[in-house]
Every structure is written in structure tokens, then in C-alpha cells.
């Protein structure tokens, strides 16, 4: 099933309709489609936000197409497959996994229990396997050894993508000798399947520090992976560092330096817990830059 | 001769009427299957959080299955379109039918606790016109027969 098809798929049939009037190459590289109640629907291709009217035309936003209440309901009953109950703790959380990968980010007004009500915006955010988008990394570890790592890049430039290569190359062996890899998902967008096919155990919809202090304890991992860590999981990487699992994780930065200005993840920069980065670029290309002192 | 149409008019009658009692004991069967079927979404998405398409492809009743109540909602994922046409198809009365297409418009749209109330409410519905429709039954099937009977014979007496 290719990226339409999962939109297609989700979608109430007058967007469907509109999107499937986009040129194919643009149709192809869309990465998120956002749908507003009473405002403009969006797509979202690398860093370009489109917008488009009900004959698939790119036009401003101001006539662009709207999705009504009615569409948005739709929309997440199709999400959750008709039962929205199911999904519950997730949509709590802000968000529905999608059964493909990938998730739809949710917005609404609160229903005072902690949860969301009504819902106000959809947005369904679509995730390849890139196998290769690792290759850098799986090298360097191959040749210097396994250290642990922080992939740095702005939001939607690849860095789950990068973190489901590493999952996906390091536990199968490509490369390099094959390792016992577990995933710490969140948000069930690593490996939102259940399996990346190698010596990888995934722990889903957990958070992340929990999920990180239980799979150190229980799975012995030679490898952690985990998306977008902040500091409130420095405990619990700081415990799986002391047990000698190596981690690799995420954070929105353009480079590490910006890390340690704004005193982001202050602690275990400062600690030197990750001793290599790589940085994701407009090509969506992997980097190793060195940290300055 | 005359006799014998007489007797045969009388009889299509109370036969007519018979047929006319048996459809109002159909109607008790099927407030009994969606009152089976209530308490088993119930259970289902209480304790186990089963989607819906899963809960109606796995519950097995006759009557329902009769109707077509239950392959049509089986016909697809998505319940909202199909509900409606689905409860049209029930044999139950009129405020049972409303209640129900009002349940539909909701249907998976919820979450858990509300839709627990829902579907508690609707399942009390039921029960009290099951209820009621049990208590008057017999009475009611009896009444039926004999007013078919009596116009049957009304009717052979006038030919006669």
C-alpha cells in the first residue's frame, strides 16, 4: 500500500477526491495531511505546507478547501475503525496510531477528565522504512564501536525515519554483527507494527522513561532506541547508561550546539552521556558533525 | 355447501389471526436478541475494549441473523452509514426503532464511559419493553385470535 493509499484510506471521500486530483510526484511525497474543522485542510510535502481547493489546485489559503465537523468525525471513526473507545489512553495522549505506522495527531477541547472531547483537527502523518537512511551510523559503529547517539534535526525532517533504520539495520546485522535492539514507542511511530523483522523487541505506548528503566531491566538490550527524549527521561537513561545499553535517541535541534546554548536535555549533554550526533539536513541526508568544545 | 364455505371463511380467519399472534410473539424474540445483544457489547467493550465490527462478526443469534439485522452491519467496517438501515429492517415498534437509530448516531463515536451509558440506557429501553410486551403477550395473542375469529364468522354469516 503506498502513502495514498493509506490517505485514501482515512480520508472522508470529498478530500479524497480533492488530493487524488494532485500531480502524482507531489501525491507521493506527501508526508502529513491536516484536516481543520471549518478551516483549510493542509498536506504537508518535506518542509512545504500546501494547500489546495476542491478541484486539487494549489491555491492560497484563504480559498482553500475546509473539512467540516461531520468530515473530522469521519475521519477519526475511520482512525479507530469505528469504535473510537479503543482508543482511548491514546487520544488522551493526543493521538491515534495508525495500523500501517505512523499516527494522526490530534487537537480538541478537553472533556475535563483529562481527555479530549470533541475533536477539533486531525493530523495523519504518514512513516516510510527507509532501510538505508542509517547506513551512516550502522558504519561509524562498525568501525569506531557502539556509542550512544543523538540524532538532531528540525520537526518532519527524518528522524524517526533515521531511528527505524537503526532499529531496523543494527538487529538485522546489516553491516555489522547482529544486536539485541529495543524500542522504547512512545507514540507507537518507531515500529507501529510490532516487529522491524530482526533481534528487535518493541515496547509500545509506554512512556518513554518508564519504558526505558523496564526493557533495561527486563530485555537486556545492547541497544535502546527511543524518539524525541527530553529531560525528563535523564534518570532513566542515566540508570540503562550505568548498566552499559548504549541509547539512541532523538531531539528537535538543528545541531547539538543548540542543545547546550538553550540548556535543553541540560544534564546529560553536560554529563557527556551521548558522545556521537548526527544531524538530519534539508535533504533529509545524515551527518556526524563533531561537537565543538 | 354454503355451510362448508362458511366453515373454511371462519377458519382462513382464525388462522389469519393465529399467524397475526405468532409475529407479536417475533417481536418478543427480538427484543430478547438485542437484549442479548446489548449485554454482549456491554461485556465486550467493558472489559475487553473490542471494536465493534468484531463484537457484531463474532455475535451469533438467529433472529438477528433472520432480519438481516446482523449481515448488514457485518457488511462493513464503518457503522454510521449502515445502522440506520440495518434498525429499519427490525420487526420491533416504533419508540424501540428511535431509540435505536438515536443510539446510531453515536455508535463508536464515543468514549468508553460514554458510550457504556449509551449503550446501558439503550439496554434498559429494551428490557422494559420486552417487559411489557411479555406481561401483555398472552392476553394480546388472545384478543388477536378472536377478533380474526369473530370477523371470519361475521363475515360467513353475512354471505350465508
Known amino acids: 500500500m503506498n502513502t495514498s493509499e493509506i490517505l485514501f484510506r482515512y480520508l472522508p471521500i470529498r478530500i479524497s477526491k480533492a488530493l487524488h486530483s494532485l500531480p502524482e510526484n507531489l501525491l507521493l511525497s506527501i508526508d502529513e495531511i491536516r484536516l481543520r474543522k471549518d478551516s483549510p485542510i493542509s498536506a504537508t510535502a518535506g518542509r512545504k505546507n500546501l494547500t489546495f481547493d476542491e478541484s486539487g489546485r494549489a491555491c492560497p489559503v484563504s480559498s482553500a478547501m475546509c473539512a467540516t465537523s461531520l468530515e473530522i468525525l469521519e475521519c477519526v471513526s475511520k482512525l479507530t475503525e469505528g469504535s473510537r473507545y479503543t482508543c482511548d489512553e491514546f487520544i488522551a495522549r493526543g493521538f491515534i496510531p495508525l495500523s500501517e505506522g505512523g499516527r494522526a495527531g490530534i487537537c480538541g477541547r478537553s472533556d475535563g477528565r483529562g481527555g479530549i472531547g470533541e475533536i477539533y483537527s486531525v493530523s495523519i502523518r504518514l512513516h516510510r522504512l527507509i532501510p538505508d537512511a542509517a547506513k551512516i551510523l550502522v558504519r561509524e559503529f562498525a568501525e569506531r564501536g557502539v556509542r550512544d547517539t543523538l540524532v538532531c534535526a528540525p520537526p518532519a525532517m527524518g528522524k524517526t525515519t533515521f531511528l527505524r533504520s537503526a532499529a531496523f539495520l543494527l538487529s538485522r546485522g546489516e553491516g555489522i554483527n547482529p544486536m539485541r535492539v529495543c524500542i522504547a514507542d512512545e507514540r507507537c511511530e518507531i515500529a507501529p507494527s510490532g516487529t522491524l523483522f530482526g533481534l528487535c523487541d518493541i515496547l509500545s505506548g509506554i512512556p518513554k522513561a518508564e519504558a526505558i528503566t523496564m526493557l533495561t531491566r527486563t530485555m537486556s538490550p545492547e541497544i535502546i532506541i527511543c524518539d524525541e527524549i527530553t529531560e525528563s527521561e535523564a534518570e532513566a537513561v542515566l540508570v540503562a547508561q550505568s548498566t552499559g545499553v548504549a541509547l539512541i535517541a532523538s531531539a528537535h535541534c538543528t545541531h547539538p550546539s543548540e542543545l547546550i546554548k538553550k540548556g535543553r536535555l541540560g544534564r546529560l549533554v553536560e554529563l557527556g552521556v551521548f558522545s556521537l550526533f548526527v544531524t538530519l539536513g534539508d535533504d533529509r541526508k545524515a551527518r556526524l558533525p563533531e561537537l565543538e568544545a | 355447501m354454503n355451510l362448508i364455505g362458511a366453515i373454511l371463511?371462519?377458519?382462513?380467519?382464525?388462522?389469519?389471526?393465529?399467524?397475526?399472534?405468532?409475529?407479536?410473539?417475533?417481536?418478543?424474540?427480538?427484543?430478547?436478541?438485542?437484549?442479548?445483544?446489548?449485554?454482549?457489547?456491554?461485556?465486550?467493550?467493558?472489559?475487553?475494549?473490542?471494536?465493534?465490527?468484531?463484537?457484531?462478526?463474532?455475535?451469533?443469534?438467529?433472529?438477528?441473523?433472520?432480519?438481516?439485522?446482523?449481515?448488514?452491519?457485518?457488511?462493513?467496517?464503518?457503522?454510521?452509514p449502515i445502522w440506520s438501515e440495518a434498525v429499519a429492517l427490525l420487526d420491533t415498534d416504533g419508540d424501540i426503532k428511535r431509540e435505536l437509530y438515536i443510539f446510531g448516531e453515536t455508535l463508536g463515536n464515543l468514549p468508553l464511559d460514554e458510550q457504556l451509558k449509551r449503550i446501558e440506557y439503550c439496554k434498559e429501553i429494551i428490557s422494559l419493553s420486552r417487559a411489557s410486551l411479555k406481561k401483555s403477550l398472552p392476553e394480546k395473542q388472545k384478543s388477536i385470535k378472536t377478533v380474526c375469529l369473530l370477523i371470519g364468522l361475521m363475515t360467513a354469516i353475512i354471505l350465508l
Open chain 2, 9 to 80: 371463511i371462519s377458519l382462513c380467519s382464525y388462522f389469519f389471526g393465529a399467524l397475526l399472534a405468532d409475529s407479536e410473539k417475533e417481536k418478543l424474540c427480538t427484543l430478547d436478541a438485542l437484549d442479548l445483544l446489548f449485554s454482549d457489547m456491554q461485556r465486550q467493550i467493558s472489559s475487553l475494549r473490542t471494536p465493534l465490527y468484531l463484537i457484531f462478526g463474532e455475535f451469533e443469534n438467529e433472529r438477528l441473523e433472520a432480519l438481516g439485522f446482523l449481515p448488514l452491519l457485518r457488511s462493513q467496517r464503518s457503522l454510521q
